[in-house]
């Protein structure tokens, strides 16, 4: 803490001095002001001229905009992607191990298969009907049966395990007895798109609506 001698023993009135600061800073402010302005003259011709590169037409807002956009359209593409996957991997897995029915539809010719037009009244028929024709299919879905469209349609008549020939009630008991016994991997961490049926056979008059007993 050492105070400056001079300041204290000043003989100069303090009216004097202040006014004198102050001129000096107005002038000083004056011809910083006017130095700025020249600086900003000179700059704005070497950039007219093309001496400098023209900074203020550099899109710098812009292309904060696009980056921030883009992650987040990546991110929403990349989750729909995952999803669409894991029903993917469910429904094979679904389909390799148990005795489920892919169809499409019913109408009033019957049923629909998942794989081709072919139409059934009675679901024992389309059950032999898929199993004889679209053996090759059932995993790799190359036919009519659209892997991209949601809402799956499954006959779980008589369903078992086709690893250890258990039976079961529906898809969510065997969904849990192939992860508990048989150690397969199924996802709980999507929306089940797949709806599950136990067909019935068509009553005589083709004009009766067909019975789905939806689970
Ligand atoms: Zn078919
Ligand atoms: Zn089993």
């Not at 004056?30 to 130095?35: A, L, R």
């Not at 359209?73 to 469910?90: C, L």
């Not at 086709?162 to 065997?174: A, E, G």
């Amino acid at each position: 803490k050492e105070e400056p001698p001079s300041l204290d023993n000043t003989d100069s009135p303090p009216e004097i001095e202040v006014p004198r600061r102050k001129t000096r800073s107005r002038s000083q402010k004056k011809s910083e002001e006017n130095h700025r302005k020249i600086a900003n003259f000179v700059t704005k011709l070497a950039m007219n001229s093309g001496i400098l590169p023209n900074i203020n037409k550099a899109p710098k807002q812009r292309k904060i905009n696009v980056n921030m956009r883009d992650p987040i359209e990546i991110e929403w593409k990349r989750k729909s992607v995952i999803d669409k996957r894991k029903h993917r991997d469910n429904l094979l897995t679904i389909l390799k191990y148990s005795n489920v029915i892919p169809f499409r539809n019913k109408s009033l010719r019957g049923f629909i298969c998942g794989y081709c037009d072919a139409t059934y009244p009675d679901p024992i028929d389309l059950r032999s009907h898929t199993q004889n024709e679209h053996e090759k299919e059932r995993y790799s879905f190359k036919s009519s049966f659209d892997m991209t469209e949601y809402n799956v349609k499954l006959d779980i008549t008589d369903l078992v395990c086709t690893i250890c020939l258990t039976q079961m009630d529906n898809l969510t008991k065997l969904k849990d007895h192939l992860v508990d016994n048989h150690k397969k991997i199924v996802y709980n961490d999507i929306k089940d798109h797949i709806m599950q049926f136990k067909l019935k056979k068509a009553v005589q008059n083709a004009r009766m609506p067909l019975q789905l007993k939806d689970l």
